[in-house]
T-cell receptor
């Protein structure tokens, strides 16, 4: 089955700096790659996603890039703010397998004021 | 904004007791998922419903876990008997039929003592 590796496990940045989180996946048939933000005691919130027919997608301060050849995708957050502090999860799914999501282990992002 | 509802938010139970969690998906979402999230890890799929039918329950420990979605709307996940290792966050997610975008509820934090 699909395996998703996520790095780093923790990331600390100063407010205003950029943050990058990277994920790799094992199944070349994966075609949907969402990113979730999870705050303490809450459920994961979908913040951005990308499909395999697109190389990059941007939404205000966040962007996601996908390299299908290398089987990796990344989340980029610019101009970080303290409210960006949370655990971020990447995931991958294959449409033909009923959209089942396989998650990475998460990255704890801390933005220091 | 429509949200996935879950209750209770927190549950403490003794081992060998029965426990049940409830989920109400976003209106119109035909697909419903139950995930288990152990502290420090990403969510792992337990069971997936399409309307009232189970699509995938291959990761559901069927000797003690059961799930139902009798009318194809809300769903209940039950554990009987609970074990210490069942302590985790239980998350419900939903999506439109044929969509890969999953939206999560706030979760139920289970502690088994």
């Amino acid at each position: 089955g699909e395996n998703v590796e996520q790095h780093p496990s923790t990331l600390s940045v100063q407010e205003g700096d950029s943050a990058v989180i990277k994920c790799t996946y094992s199944d070349s048939a994966s075609n949907y790659f969402p990113w979730y933000k999870q705050e303490l005691g809450k459920g994961p919130q979908l913040i951005i996603d990308i499909r395999s027919n697109v190389g990059e997608k941007k939404d205000q301060r966040i962007a996601v890039t996908l390299n299908k050849t290398a089987k990796h995708f990344s989340l980029h957050i610019t101009e970080t703010q303290p409210e960006d502090s949370a655990v971020y999860f990447c995931a991958a799914s294959i449409r033909s397998s009923d959209y089942k999501l396989t998650f990475g282990k998460g990255t704890l992002l801390t933005v220091n004021p | 904004e429509a949200e996935v509802a879950q209750s209770p938010r927190y549950k403490i139970t003794e081992k060998s007791q029965a426990v049940a969690f409830w989920c109400d998906p976003i209106s119109g979402h035909a697909t419903l998922y139950w995930y288990r999230q152990i502290l420090g890890q990403g969510p792992e799929l337990l069971v997936q419903f399409q309307d009232e039918s189970v699509v995938d329950d291959s990761q559901l420990p069927k000797d003690r876990f059961s799930a139902e979605r009798l009318k194809g709307v809300d769903s209940t996940l039950k554990i009987q008997p609970a074990e210490l290792g069942d302590s985790a966050m239980y998350l419900c997610a939903s999506s439109f039929f044929g969509s890969d975008e999953q939206y999560f509820g706030p979760g139920t934090r289970l502690t088994v003592t």
